[in-house]
């Protein structure tokens, strides 16, 4: 007996001298891939699937089913298996430049669709980062989380509206993406967003694509060090205590 309460107490001594209510302090990974290229289905999707990770995928409601852009089945075959699909306007649109009817629209018929679709959007990132105020009070209305396009460092507690990500541009290797995930590491980050665009071999000019070889080499090493990778708006969740809160029971009206 004596035992089990030495035991006990160096582990709420380990814990309280680490400075966190764990001793488990490595940052949640959120894996973000922006505007719907195909390439997230043909490439991305394979490799996380083979590795046991989901990811959180940003869609332009208006290009699903475009050449080269995933379709709504591709979408639904995600969310089998556990994709957080979220809102990102119907056709990229850079909201400041927009007047209200514009913006609005813009907003609420890519929630829409994805709700008409079978999907229920929480989450949305803004185009390019970019947002009024007045865009701000739309989003905030119809989502639980916005991404924003900052790289940020996120500590408790978590604001939900105001999570950055870690951009990552043609040519970066893979020590360029992990570099990232070791300062946060360092840091005590909670959350660390990463995000892709498109997978493809060659970028073509294009400033966001990763390889899929890269992205194959990156992910790997995700499994190798074992970090817990969740969705967006998981991750948010199990951050703010979301879930936890939700199933606390009822004791109003219960003696002390
Ligand atoms: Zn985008």
């Known amino acids: 007996m004596r035992w089990i309460n030495f035991?006990?107490?160096?582990?709420?001594?380990?814990?309280?001298?680490?400075?966190?209510?764990?001793?488990?302090?490595?940052?949640?990974?959120?894996?973000?891939?922006?505007?719907?290229?195909?390439?997230?289905y043909t490439a991305a999707y394979p490799i996380l699937k083979e590795y046991g990770y989901t990811a959180t995928t940003f869609v332009?409601?208006?290009?699903?089913?475009r050449s080269n852009h995933l379709s709504w089945n591709d979408l639904l075959n995600l969310k089998e298996d556990d994709w957080e699909t979220g809102g990102h306007t119907v056709n990229h649109a850079n909201l400041p430049d927009l007047d209200d009817a514009e913006a609005l629209w813009e907003i609420t018929a890519d929630y829409d669709s994805l709700c008409a679709h079978g999907f229920d959007p929480l989450s949305f990132a803004l185009p390019s980062g970019h947002a009024t105020q007045r865009d701000f009070c739309i989003i905030a209305g119809l989502y639980r989380n916005i991404r924003n396009s900052r790289d940020m460092t996120h500590h408790q507690p978590i604001d939900r509206l105001?999570?950055?990500?870690?951009?990552?541009?043609s040519d970066y290797a893979v020590d360029d993406i992990f570099n990232r995930i070791w300062q946060g590491t360092i840091n005590n980050e909670a959350l660390i967003v990463i995000g892709f665009h498109r997978f493809r071999n060659q970028a073509d000019g294009y400033p966001a694509n990763c390889s899929p070889e890269v992205f194959e080499q990156?992910?790997?090493?995700?499994?190798?060090?074992?970090?817990?990778?969740?969705?967006?708006?998981?991750a948010v969740d199990k951050l703010t205590g979301a879930n936890m809160n939700r199933n606390l029971p009822d004791i109003t009206g219960l003696e002390p």
């Open 7 to 40: 035991s006990v107490l160096a582990f709420v001594l380990l814990a309280a001298c680490s400075g966190r209510d764990t001793v488990n302090n490595e940052p949640i990974i959120c894996l973000t891939i922006d505007d719907g290229d195909k390439s997230i």
């Open 60 to 65: 332009n409601t208006g290009k699903i089913g």
């Open 162 to 169: 105001n999570i950055g990500y870690f951009f990552v541009q």
């Open 218 to 234: 990156f992910v790997s090493k995700l499994r190798e060090h074992d970090f817990n990778v969740m969705t967006f708006n998981n």
